[in-house]
């Protein structure tokens, strides 16, 4: 689904990391790790082609999902609009308020995201995922503010994502949570 070779980038500079090079096929999960600034998360944002690396090349393959740090909600915005726009702009048809059960957000699915709490806005996030079927899932530290049931619902749409073919490339710190394919230490 994607292939990244000799991948390095400089943050002014210093060089970031230099001679990365990781594959991700159909069920796989491929866990980055490494100390904060160690460029996990510049490394996930190469293989989504959101940054452009300095050396070495990135093949993909597949389509993508990115869940990055930030949650991308707009401080007026809904669970339930946040799900409705990005249903509207894929051309999905997904039925959302199952997805909003599903990740717990009933309840809260019409209040502002900046009355949200951290878990909540993580879970909205992370809600994209099941908007659109993508073989290839970039997650950037996801379990971040989750709770014990947040935690237990990610972890199953991932064991269903690869499952059913998918793959994720994911940066985490501590305990992952399911058996990763190989690791990449930063």
Same mark, same amino acid.
């Given at each position: 689904?994607?292939?990244?070779?000799?991948?390095?980038?400089?943050?002014?500079?210093?060089?970031?990391?230099?001679?990365?090079?990781?594959?991700?096929?159909?069920?796989?999960?491929?866990?980055?790790?490494?100390?904060?600034?160690?460029?996990?998360?510049?490394?996930?944002?190469?293989?989504?082609?959101?940054?452009?690396?300095?050396?070495?090349?990135?093949?993909?393959?597949?389509?993508?999902?990115?869940?990055?740090?930030?949650?991308?909600?707009?401080?007026?915005?809904?669970?339930?609009?946040?799900?409705?726009?990005?249903?509207?702009?894929?051309?999905?048809? =997904?039925? %959302?308020? #199952? *997805?909003?059960?599903?990740? $717990?957000?009933?309840?809260?699915? @019409? /209040?502002?995201?900046?009355?949200?709490?951290?878990?909540?806005?993580?879970?909205?996030?992370?809600?994209?995922?099941?908007?659109?079927?993508?073989?290839?899932?970039?997650?950037?530290?996801?379990?971040?503010?989750?709770?014990?049931?947040?935690?237990?619902?990610?972890?199953?749409?991932?064991?269903?994502?690869?499952?059913?073919?998918? =793959?994720? %490339?994911? #940066? *985490?710190?501590?305990?992952? $949570?399911?058996?990763?394919?190989? @690791? /990449?230490?930063?």
């Amino acid at each position: 689904m994607l292939t990244a070779t000799n991948l390095g980038i400089l943050r002014g500079e210093r060089v970031l990391f230099e001679g990365v090079s990781l594959s991700v096929a159909p069920g796989e999960a491929v866990v980055l790790r490494g100390a904060n600034g160690a460029g996990k998360t510049t490394l996930l944002r190469i293989l989504g082609g959101l940054t452009r690396p300095e050396a070495g090349q990135v093949d993909r393959r597949a389509t993508h999902h990115w869940i990055g740090h930030r949650e991308g909600l707009k401080p007026h915005e809904t669970p339930r609009a946040h799900l409705k726009l990005w249903a509207q702009a894929w051309g999905s048809d =997904a039925d %959302i308020d #199952a *997805i909003l059960r599903e990740m $717990g957000l009933s309840r809260p699915s @019409e /209040v502002a995201a900046r009355y949200l709490s951290a878990g909540q806005r993580r879970r909205t996030a992370l809600a994209r995922l099941m908007l659109d079927r993508r073989p290839l899932w970039l997650l950037d530290e996801p379990f971040t503010a989750l709770d014990a049931d947040g935690r237990e619902q990610l972890l199953a749409l991932v064991a269903n994502h690869r499952q059913s073919g998918g =793959a994720i %490339i994911a #940066a *985490i710190h501590g305990d992952a $949570g399911f058996v990763a394919s190989r @690791e /990449v230490t930063l």
